[in-house]
């Protein structure tokens, strides 16, 4: 076992590499997954327990449980330069994602009954400037004093909001989600964090000006649909196994993602070791997900999965907002813009929703119904686009196009 002074040790060892510029070695590195591994013993009775308490709370509540990535680790002690690795409290942590806001506080309520709390980061009463809201609760490690776990509560919301902040990390290659300033973005996913129907016609016309200057919808939109199909693909191939529950979800250096179903937590960890050796630029995450859905690893883990985002269709909400608004002051330019644009993206999304549709025939005439609950699942998710689609475009049927241009023509100058 690794004393909390060879940790510390180590600690200022990778501070002092990374702030001179240098490349941290392989001995390093083997050091500091020995420690990481350890905490498996520490997350995984405080797993079971917060599992069994969030489904009490509210049957539907995703868990998931990770230790923290090695490069995370890396940056977060070259961001904090008086923080002892020791005493970095989210080296292993459960996730619990909720569909139900009073939800969260019970939850709280229980974990604080069976664990030592050493600290509660409440920003669901104080949000962070960003945006951000969700409890992030320290407790003592019940196999070993010396070390923390960490417990976030988030609303499924605010989960997504997060999740598109990690996501436009990888497309613009940035890191905002580690304090880099982009005050344009930064504005963009503030809006987004609020209830988007509270949001005003000004503060909808800002959020989709940004997304105009930056392109944000169009390159959403065109890696989800570059990876769609082919995650899907790996998905068949890996559940009808059915005793997998720890995966490695990778995005490289294109923003293609592709998942791997490791057997036990013993070999997905060596294996995310030699891949973070042989590939430190990539961005991957090993997980733990019990009874695995490709629907809650979807939602769990969308900035690894980036097949799907609710954005593409908050942005459709705004746009609809705005030609509503078009509709009766007269904007004709930006109306049609608008209108032109959700054509293109809605055709888009019936393109993809038939190519899924053809995948589905190929694998079924090639390999029978091995797959029977995975392809229903997702011709139960194609059925539902397809049917918010149609949706759609019924209530912008209902509008009717002005004759006038108006205020809004400068979102599209």
């Not at 030592?116 to 400037?129: Q, R």
């Not at 969700?134 to 960490?150: A, L, M, R």
């Not at 009874?291 to 809650?296: I, L, R, V, W």
């Not at 609710?310 to 007269?330: H, M, P, Q, V």
């Amino acid at each position: 076992m690794i004393s909390k002074s060879q940790i510390n040790k180590l600690g200022k060892q990778l501070r002092t590499i990374i702030l001179e510029g240098d490349t941290v070695g392989s001995v390093e590195l083997e050091k500091l997954q020995e420690y990481r591994t350890s905490f498996r013993e520490d997350i995984s009775p405080v797993f079971e327990n917060v599992a069994a308490v969030a489904k009490k709370v509210r049957g539907d509540s995703l868990i998931s449980l990770r230790i923290k990535r090695i490069e995370s680790i890396l940056s977060k002690i070259r961001r904090e330069p008086t923080m002892a690795l020791g005493n970095m409290g989210d080296i292993a942590g459960c996730r619990v994602i909720c569909h139900s806001k009073s939800a969260l506080s019970l939850i709280r309520n229980e974990i604080s009954k069976l664990y030592t709390v050493t600290k509660v980061k409440d920003y669901v009463s104080e949000p962070k400037p960003d945006g951000y809201k969700g409890y992030h609760i320290y407790i003592q490690s019940p196999v070993n004093k010396n070390k923390q776990v960490e417990i976030q509560l988030r609303h499924v919301r605010t989960h997504k909001w997060a999740s598109l902040v990690e996501i436009i990390d990888i497309i613009y290659d940035l890191k905002l989600k580690e304090g880099e300033k982009h005050p344009e973005l930064q504005d963009f996913l503030y809006l987004l964090s609020l209830e988007k129907h509270n949001l005003n016609i000004s503060q909808i016309a800002r959020i989709l000006e940004i997304d105009s200057k930056y392109e944000i919808y169009k390159k959403l939109n065109q890696v989800f649909i570059q990876n769609h199909i082919p995650i899907r693909r790996s998905w068949l191939s890996i559940s009808n196994i059915k005793s997998y529950s720890h995966f490695i979800i990778e995005v490289d250096k294109d923003k293609k993602s592709n998942i791997k179903a490791l057997e036990n937590y013993q070999t997905a960890e060596l294996k995310y070791f030699q891949m973070f050796l042989g590939n430190q630029t990539s961005n991957f995450v090993l997980i733990f997900i019990e009874k695995p859905k490709f629907k809650e690893i979807c939602i769990a883990y969308a900035s690894y999965m980036m097949i799907k985002h609710d954005y593409l269709d908050d942005w459709n909400f705004f746009a609809k907002k705005i030609l509503r608004t078009e509709s009766k002051l007269g904007g004709i330019k930006s109306y049609n813009t608008f209108k032109d644009f959700i054509d293109r993206n809605l055709h888009d999304q019936q393109k993809l929703i038939n190519s899924e549709l053809d995948e589905i025939n190929n694998h079924v005439g090639e390999n029978g119904d091995n797959n029977g609950l995975a392809i229903q699942d997702w011709i139960n998710e194609l059925t539902e686009r397809d049917r918010n689609i149609e949706k759609f475009i019924n209530e912008l049927k209902q509008l009717k196009p002005p004759k006038e241009p108006s205020f809004f023509k400068r979102i599209f100058k």
